[in-house]
Every structure is written in C-alpha cells, then in structure tokens.
C-alpha cells in the first residue's frame, strides 16, 4: 500500500496508510506543519500542479492526469475573459469524479507571491503544467498590459519557483500565434519568430525565451507547446469552433472575417491532452514542440461543416480582415512524433460531429441558458453542496471546497500593517 509521510517537529518520520491521508490532513497539528517549511513527500507519486486548471485545456489535462492516478494542484484565477460558470462547470465534473483526495483546488492569481509561493511550500509539486494565461490575439491589442502581467509575470513567478523547488519537468502551453504572418505552408519549430503581429503572441514568444534562461542557468527541464487551435466538447466560447456552433444552432448570424480563404489547423481535444501528458512524462531539458493536426481547414468549409452537423443553414455576417489575425497556420508535427510519440487521431470532420453533439446535450440541460434561468449544471447528480453553484453572477467565490492560502492573508495583513 502506497505511503503519505510527513516529518513532525521533532525531525521523526510519520507514516500513514494513502486511503488514510484525508483524515491525516484533518489533524489540526499536521495543518500547522503543512502551513510552515516542512517538507510534504509520496513516494512513487507525481504531484502536478496544473495552472489554468478551470479551463477548457486545463480541466482536460487534469482530467486524465486524475484518472491515471496522479495527485493535481489545480490553480486558476477565474477570471471573467469568458463565462465563469463554464470554468465552474469544469472543476465541478472534477470534483464530483475524483472527490478531494487527489483534486485540491486553489482560486488565485499566479503572480501573487504570496499565494503562489504557499502553495509550493504547502503542495511541493513535482511536474508543473503551466497552461493559466490571458488569451486572446485581438483582446490583447486593446489591453496590452493584462497580457504583460499574466503570461510574462506570471510564467517568471512559475519558472522561478520551479527552479527553487527542484521541480522535475515544467510544461508550458505556447502558441501558434509566435509565427506571425509567416509566408510558409507548413510551420515549423525550426522557424525564425522575431515578428510577432499581437501582443498576445509577443507574451508568448517572451515565455519561450524566458524558459530557456532558466533552463541555462538552473538546468530546468522546460518544453513548450505551440497549441495550433484547439476545439471539442468543453471548449472555449470565444473559439470559432464553439462560436459558429452555438450561433448557427441558435439562428444568430455568425462574422465572418475575409472571404473564407483563410484557414486553421485545428486540433481535437483529445489530441491535444495526449500530447501534453507526453511531455510532461518525458523531461526533453529545453524543447518548444508544436501541436496540431497537421491538416488545415478552410473557413467557407468550416462553416458548410458546422451547418451539416446542427442541421441549420448559417446567418453570415461578413467582415474585413482583422488586424492580428494570420491567413493560414498548419502544424509540422515532425518533432512531435519523434520526441513525444505524438499522432493526432482525431479528424476535423469527425470532432465537429463529437463537438456540436456535446453541445446539443449541454444546451437541453440548460448550461447555456441566462444565469437567472439555469439552475446548476447537472445538479442533481452532484454531491457537491446545494449552493455551490447557485450565486450571483457577480460573485465569483467557489465554494469551501477551494483550497485557502493562509498566508496569502496573513503576509498582506503584515505589508499593510508596516505601510
């Protein structure tokens, strides 16, 4: 039977059954020590703290990495770049799943010292999957600052924290948007990226150099991941795949920026999750893999595709290009096969089919319905409490199962007491 040990005060090792350590975590003595600088290990067991962990690619990750039998430190800010009860949704499916034993949760932001510097004293993870950051190419070219903060502060915070706790591998989710307005068919890692058109993609560009100064100097595994459009059930509601079929199935006109010449290399969910967990499984010492499909698909034939698997004729809107937008992103996905054993299996046309019937079933149990109308997600299933999801929309708290940094408090009220 796996072991939880701990080391008391007095230097001397406790050991506790695996199927024991929430009673363990309850004790009000070991609170005290997880709060102070005294070393948590599992033997043979990876504890992965998985940033952006409500998200759409975030809660995906966890998802299997819980399945498999790895403990995970979720951290997510919440923020409200899209509906927050999306994000809710999620860790409420991953709480009901997998309970409280090896899910821990924690609502913050990751460039707060205070909150994030507790939580790898108190969790010591040992792998981190850093996928928490302000998205969005057009967004980012009004606020440029939100950008800055979240993505570049807060992967530093990441990286540095990483390198003082000896953190095994740092996975890290990059973009296709560092290749710019590249003329090329087919984009490759091997590729010069010095040209970025948005400040969304010129965050993320600086995070792949940041990672490979602290990989030079410290010697921490860091690979990042060039995400090339990712789609499927759960997914984001600013992403066109969600977009056109919530609005084509609803008779709401869909925008359509161009002539529908311009075309993504989309990739399934599915897909995506193997290629993360592959990383984060295999330290590479300093690598950026792209991953996607490797198959393009044309807009005009993305919405002829989503009008054949809603059964609805689109509403389009068409529109000028938009500034920041690039014509055409395909993946080469020759490194990632070799380095990660990575196959993309999912078909665009086979997960728009998977995606638009997900929709269908979330749309008839009222997930997508005004907040004033929706009673909580699959509620009556949950065992979750009764209010956990039944708040204002204003509010944004999770429920007392969300994990508290004590001294996030505690290290504000002192800074405020000595202002």
């Known amino acids: 039977m796996a072991h939880f040990y701990q080391f008391n005060e007095d230097k001397r090792e406790l050991s506790v059954p695996f199927d024991e350590v929430n009673e363990f975590f309850a004790d009000s003595h070991i609170q005290a020590l997880l709060s102070s ?5 599992i033997d043979n067991f990876n504890v992965i703290l998985v940033t952006g962990g409500a998200g759409f690619i975030g809660s995906s990750v966890s998802d299997y990495l819980l399945s498999r039998g790895d403990k995970v430190i ?4 919440m923020n409200d770049y899209y509906d927050v009860r999306l994000k809710q949704t999620n860790l409420e499916y991953l709480f009901r799943k997998y309970g409280s034993d090896r899910c821990i949760i924690y609502r ?9 510097s507790d939580i790898y ?20 070219i009004i606020d440029p600052y939100i950008y800055v903060h979240s993505n570049i502060e807060g992967t530093t915070r990441l990286l540095d924290l990483s390198r ?5 591998n740092f996975v890290y989710a990059s973009s296709s948007s560092v290749y710019g307005c590249s003329e090329k068919e087919v984009l490759s890692e091997s590729d010069v990226v010095e040209k970025p058109v948005s400040p969304y993609a010129a965050t993320k560009k600086a995070c792949e150099l940041l990672a490979y100064t602290f990989h030079h100097l410290y010697s921490l595994n860091c690979t990042g991941l060039r995400f090339f459009t990712v789609y499927g059930p759960r997914g984001r509601p600013d992403m066109a795949p969600f977009k056109f079929i919530d609005r084509i199935f609803n008779g709401q006109a869909i925008q359509q920026y161009g002539d529908g010449s311009t075309s993504r290399d989309y990739t399934y969910i599915d897909d995506i999750v193997a290629g993360v967990v592959a990383a984060i499984d295999k330290p590479l010492g300093y690598e950026v893999i792209n991953l996607g499909n490797g198959r393009p698909y044309l807009l005009k034939d993305f919405i002829a595709l989503v009008e054949l698997c809603v059964d609805r004729e689109a509403i389009i809107e068409k529109l000028p290009e938009q500034p920041g937008d690039v014509d055409r992103t395909c993946a080469d996905i020759t490194k990632a096969k070799m380095l990660l054993g990575y196959e993309p299996k999912v078909s665009f046309e086979e997960g ?11 749309h008839s149990e009222g997930l997508f319905k005004p907040f004033e109308e929706r009673e909580s997600y699959n509620s009556a299933k949950s065992s979750m409490p009764n209010d956990t999801f039944h708040r204002e929309e204003s509010d944004l708290e999770l429920s007392s199962y969300v994990e508290k940094a004590d001294k996030q408090f505690a290290s504000r009220n002192r800074r405020r007491l000595h202002a």
């Open 37 to 41: 600088k005294t070393p948590v290990v």
């Open 74 to 77: 979720i951290v997510d800010e």
């Open 108 to 116: 913050g932001d990751i460039c707060d010292v205070d909150f994030i």
């Open 121 to 140: 004293e108190r969790e010591r993870p040992t792998h981190v999957c850093h996928l928490a950051a302000r998205a969005g190419v057009r967004p980012s």
């Open 164 to 168: 003082q706790y000896k953190v095994k």
């Open 352 to 362: 728009i089919r998977r995606t638009a019937e997900w929709y269908r079933a979330a």
